[in-house]
């Protein structure tokens, strides 16, 4: 079974540009959660789809938005990017719920110049 | 607010010997606890997860302790190898359809 796949795995942007990142999850899984990881704060939870709809959502500023594809496959956007947003995004799917074992992706190394 | 917590950035075992590495949450409403383990330039893979009705779940070399009336979990790895090495993430939710938290994280390095 192909595991979590993000695309790109490495990107370079510049302040105020925008960005869109791809998740693909494993086939079958319906839960579809995105995280940051930065250095001084661990993993921080952005937000979580389910079925199309955004179930769940984290602490973070409405410049970051997803959604997710009828085939699960979902996808983030930072606009107005900030030099702060630099960090690795973690793409993570799940069966149903998020208590059931999150399959992570690789990543997305997102650099703002 | 950190709702879950690693205090020790880091830790350093030898081969062979006992690894702990423990977290600590706030919410007394998360009732399921997991660790996950992160190498570098990967993502973080699932390593044990435990139920706030166990106290104790043991999966070969790794067990986790729950211990609920101080809020503290805590991983042991025994005995301890070389490709332990990594970054342990300690995670936490509540029931039903809500979010993982996760503390910022330990690494740990087993020297041979």
């Known amino acids: 079974k192909a595991g979590v796949t993000q695309t790109p795995r490495y990107l370079i942007k510049t302040r105020g540009q925008q960005v869109t990142l791809s998740c693909s999850p494993i086939s079958g899984h319906r839960s579809v959660s995105w995280y940051q990881q930065t250095p001084g704060q661990g993993l921080q939870f952005l937000f979580e789809y389910f079925s199309e709809t955004q179930r769940n959502k984290g602490n973070f500023p409405g410049r970051f938005s997803g959604r997710q594809f009828s085939n699960s496959r979902s996808e983030m956007n930072v606009s107005t990017l900030e030099l702060g947003d630099s960090a690795l995004y973690l793409c993570a799917s799940s069966w149903n719920r998020v208590q059931d074992t999150q399959y992570f992706g690789p990543g997305t190394r997102l650099t703002v110049l | 607010d950190q709702q879950v917590k690693q205090n020790s950035p880091s830790l350093s075992v030898q081969e062979g010997r006992i690894s702990i590495l423990n977290c600590d949450y706030t919410?007394?409403?998360?009732?399921?606890f997991l660790w996950y383990k992160k190498y570098p330039a990967e993502g973080p893979t699932f390593l044990i997860s435990?139920?706030?009705?166990?106290d104790k779940n043991e999966d070969g070399r790794f067990t986790v302790f729950l211990n609920k009336s101080a809020k503290h979990l805590s991983l042991h790895i025994v005995p301890s190898q070389p490709g332990d090495s990594a970054v342990y993430f300690c995670?936490?939710?509540?029931?039903?359809?809500?979010?993982?938290?996760f503390g910022k994280g330990t690494m740990l390095l087993v020297s041979p």
């Open positions: 995670a936490a939710s509540d029931s039903g359809y809500s979010t993982l938290t």
């Open positions: 919410n007394s409403m998360f009732d399921y």
């Open positions: 435990i139920s706030s009705i166990k």
